[in-house]
């Protein structure tokens, strides 16, 4: 039985994500922030197994490596994700980029290092971070965002993501570990954006066939909708 750990597993994306894989039979390692969230999950996912934290706490990676104690994981997904309803200079504050950037970059960070050594235990291991079309450097030059509404700390914390996930890749790839950005798509959820469409079940089944048809490649960044995207 393959393994899939993933974090922010309690809603939207995160949730539908749970269901696609425990339905084709993955065992479940879900990260939640509150015992309520993992109490409603565990009625159901009765087989899965639950770490409760928030992912941006500093002893998070060293407890999610104490609690999989050399599981084998197959599959990381960094789905966990936090936006602020500020899209321009005078409502952007600094406290808007630091939350961002903790959840959106560095906990990405803490993840893979508390699940590298299970990790290491799977023979294809795959890690997918859940980015955004609105990290994408190339796309933001030639002004896909303006007028999107999308916030600054957003945008800022996504790019950031995705110059990390270039960096675990380079790190990553002698190890036998794929790193890869992932955009869901313009989902219909809290954080959606104004021309969402696309329900998280939805999403949740294109990136399951992404992974079990084996097309993603090492530093691959790609939307569910369109293809590859332009860092």
Not at 4 to 31: C, M, P, Q, S
Not at 106 to 135: C, D, F, H, P
Not at 153 to 159: D, E, G, L, N, V
Request: glycine share 6%; proline share 3%.
């Amino acid at each position: 039985m393959k393994n899939v750990l993933i974090t922010g597993a309690n809603r939207g994306l995160g949730l539908a994500l749970a269901h696609e894989f425990d339905k084709h039979g993955y065992g479940l390692y879900l990260v939640v922030r509150t015992n309520a969230a993992k109490s409603e999950l565990a009625t159901t996912f009765p087989n899965a197994e639950f770490l409760i934290s928030d992912v941006t706490c500093d002893s998070y990676a060293s407890k999610l490596s104490e609690w999989l104690e050399l599981v084998p994981l197959d599959l990381v997904v960094n789905n966990a994700g936090s936006g602020t309803n500020a899209p321009t200079l005078e409502l952007t504050l600094p406290e808007h980029l630091r939350k961002e950037f903790e959840t959106n970059c560095v906990a990405v960070l803490s993840t893979v290092k508390g699940s590298l050594n299970s990790l290491l235990l799977s023979e294809e291991a795959l890690i997918i971070n859940i980015s955004s079309r609105r990290g994408s450097l190339k796309m933001q030059s030639e002004l896909a965002a303006k007028g999107s509404g999308c916030s600054y700390s957003y945008r800022i914390s996504k790019a950031a993501q995705n110059m990390l996930t270039l960096c675990l890749a380079d790190d990553l790839e002698d190890k036998g570990i794929k790193v890869v950005a992932i955009h869901p798509g313009r989902l219909l959820t809290t954080m959606g954006s104004n021309d969402a469409h696309m329900s998280p079940k939805e999403s949740a089944g294109r990136i399951f066939h992404l992974v079990e048809s084996k097309q993603l490649k090492n530093r691959d960044y790609v939307s569910v909708e369109t293809g590859l995207l332009p860092w």
